[in-house]
Structure formats: C-alpha cells, structure tokens
C-alpha cells in the first residue's frame, strides 16, 4: 500500500509540472500573438485608399484574390486576428484551409458566414 502512494505522487507531482509548463508554453503564444499583431500590416492588406471597411460584406472580388488570409478576415470583419485564431482553433465560425502551413480563408466563405450570422439578417 506504501508503495502505492508514492506512485500516486509521483503522478500528481508530474502532472502538476506539465500542468505549469502548459500554461507557461500558452502565455507565450498569446505574447507572440500580441507582437504579431503590433507589427504594421503589409501594404497589399489594406484597402488603396485606405478607409476601413464597415459595410457588412466582403469587399467586392474586382482584383482582389479570392483566397484570404488571417489578416485580411480579421480586417474584413473588424475583429481581432487573436479573435479569428480561437474560433480556428476551437472550429468555431469560417471554414479555412491549410495550405502548408499557412492558414487561408475562401472570400465566399466568409461572406456565407457573415450572412448565416443572426444580427447580420
């Protein structure tokens, strides 16, 4: 029975270490994701004459591609890009595809979801 209860300790000890080293890891990856977003956005991300969007629709397809990226939904739909993350990350909302590594949304997709979105009727 002794024995029994060292290794049950052990367990809890390990389990509270990865516990802390599992917080830890996500502290980081919401202060990376604070420093991305702190960084000026790329030229081709904004709109030409620089006004934000506020209609709710995706700016028309003319000359845009039809593939966009996180950056440009969170734009889109004036939400954060750490916003657009966690609906990714908990499948929550847009649809997205992988491309690689990278992350991209359908212009179609988002405007499906925008008009399936109940204040947005």
């Not at 028309?60 to 004036?78: F, L, R, T, W, Y």
Request: glycine share 4%; aromatic share 4%; proline share 5%.
């Amino acid at each position: 029975m002794l024995g029994m209860d060292t290794n049950q300790n052990k367990i809890i000890d390990l389990l509270r270490e990865f516990h802390l080293i599992a917080f830890k890891e996500i502290e980081l990856l919401n202060l990376r994701i604070a420093e991305l977003e702190s960084l000026p956005s790329r030229p081709d991300e904004t709109p030409a004459n620089g006004a934000i969007i506020k209609s709710a629709t995706v700016p028309s397809a003319a000359g845009k591609p039809e593939i966009m990226n996180e950056h440009q939904v969170a734009e889109c739909i004036e939400m954060s890009v750490a916003t657009i993350r966690r609906w990714r990350l908990i499948r929550q909302a847009l649809k997205f595809l992988k491309i690689g590594s990278a992350v991209r949304y359908k212009r179609a997709d988002v405007q499906i979801w925008l008009d399936s979105c109940p204040g947005m009727r």
